[in-house]
């Protein structure tokens, strides 16, 4: 399979409102598109968002990475998914963002050409038994902005299907914190529910937390404390901790894992594709935890269109279960760049949304073109 052509578009979405992360104010999504089409006209779209405190990145820089990968990826055949992470890691250092760009445009166009849904694709190469139809994914709903506020939003969308939350900490006093926590807890009871500090809180503030009453109906607390710290605070987190623990920020591919793995610290991963580089790396990472008894959540960065939610998604349908919930990060857009764009039903999203081959999501090039940001313009080769 031979890349004849590639079209790259940065673009800026703005969020139905601004949306308080513990050390950033995001308003809207920055994220970058590529449409790649190869010998026999097919087109494979890809894509990745920028995220300056997860992965470095941001649109300029992604852009670039994804611009010279575009660049050099032309005169490559891609002709096996096994290779792919192999031939990209051989063109540039690191950047996992921009990789996962380009090998999701590079997966749907290879599933496309073999008649498979990239989430059959991904199931059939591990291994597992065949599905007609996998169980519809659970969503995860994050929850924000005044305690009123959030109760609120949390019954509106509990009448809507909604049973996986999550509690964005760490910005407010811990009293605070756990008041609003113990306060949702009551009016969610049995649903899953977590909280995410995004590293903000000190381990023993963390510590506190996870001894309080007040946190003890949580399913987990992800990334109470922050990625530079020593893995040993997160040996003495876990082992004082009354609930599980899971990590983010802290987990960039499956060395990580297995690194927290060894020393007993974490519960479970939030796996996102541009902090694992790809596809197919995430769905190994989302084996392994699964073979050791940990827990999985899979998420989109803040926020990213139906595209990279569909590709995202194909990991959970090819693994039938996802006990700490999607991530759907496209549901807090103001618009989506796909006429028909994933839509939560009961608050769960089935595979019958997605297209029989490829992805399962084609954006519309008029709705893209639309939304590329200011200053920017659509590249192509």
Not at 85 to 100: E, I, Q, R, T, W
Not at 208 to 221: G, P, T, V, Y
Request: aromatic share 6%.
């Amino acid at each position: 399979m031979k890349i004849t052509q590639a079209t790259i578009f940065p673009l800026s979405i703005p969020l139905i409102e601004p949306m308080k992360m513990s050390h950033d104010l995001i308003t809207d999504a920055k994220t970058v598109l590529i449409c790649l089409t190869d010998e026999e006209g097919r087109t494979g779209w890809g894509e990745a968002s920028t995220a300056p405190l997860m992965t470095g990145e941001t649109l300029g820089s992604l852009l670039a990475n994804v611009k010279y990968l575009a660049d050099k990826a032309r005169a490559l055949e891609w002709n096996d998914p096994k290779r792919f992470s192999v031939l990209l890691d051989s063109l540039l250092y690191g950047n996992p963002s921009a990789k996962s760009c380009l090998e999701m445009a590079l997966l749907d166009l290879y599933t496309q050409k073999e008649s498979i849904s990239l989430w059959r694709y991904l199931r059939a190469q591990s291994g597992m038994a065949e599905l007609e139809t996998p169980a519809s994914i659970p969503l995860l709903r994050m929850l924000g902005g005044s305690l009123e506020k959030e109760i609120a939003e949390a019954k509106t969308f509990r009448a809507l299907g909604f049973r996986h939350w999550k509690i964005k900490i760490g910005s407010l006093p811990l009293a605070e914190d756990l008041h609003r926590v113990e306060t949702l807890s009551d009016a969610l009871e049995g649903d899953v529910i977590s909280v995410d500090a995004n590293g903000a809180m000190g381990l023993a503030n963390a510590v506190l937390f996870c001894e309080s009453a007040a946190a003890r109906r949580l399913a987990f607390a992800e990334q109470l404390i922050s990625a530079d710290v020593p893995i040993e605070d997160f040996v003495a987190l876990r082992k004082k901790s009354a609930i599980p623990i899971g990590l983010d920020e802290s987990i960039h591919g499956l060395g990580e894992i297995l690194q927290f793995m060894k020393a007993d610290a974490v519960d479970g991963a939030s796996l996102k594709l541009i902090k694992i580089g790809g596809v197919l790396k995430a769905f190994e990472c989302a084996q392994v935890l699964s073979v050791n008894g940990l827990k999985t959540n899979l998420a989109c960065k803040v926020a990213e269109t139906s595209l990279s939610a569909a590709a995202t998604a194909s990991i959970g349908f090819a693994m039938g279960d996802v006990p700490w919930g999607f991530s759907m990060s496209n549901q807090y857009l103001r618009f989506d760049i796909c006429t028909q764009p994933l839509v939560a039903e009961q608050g769960h999203l089935p595979a019958s949304q997605l297209a029989a081959s490829g992805v399962g999501i084609t954006p519309d090039i008029h709705r893209v073109k639309d939304a590329i940001a200011k200053g920017y313009s659509l590249i192509q080769y």
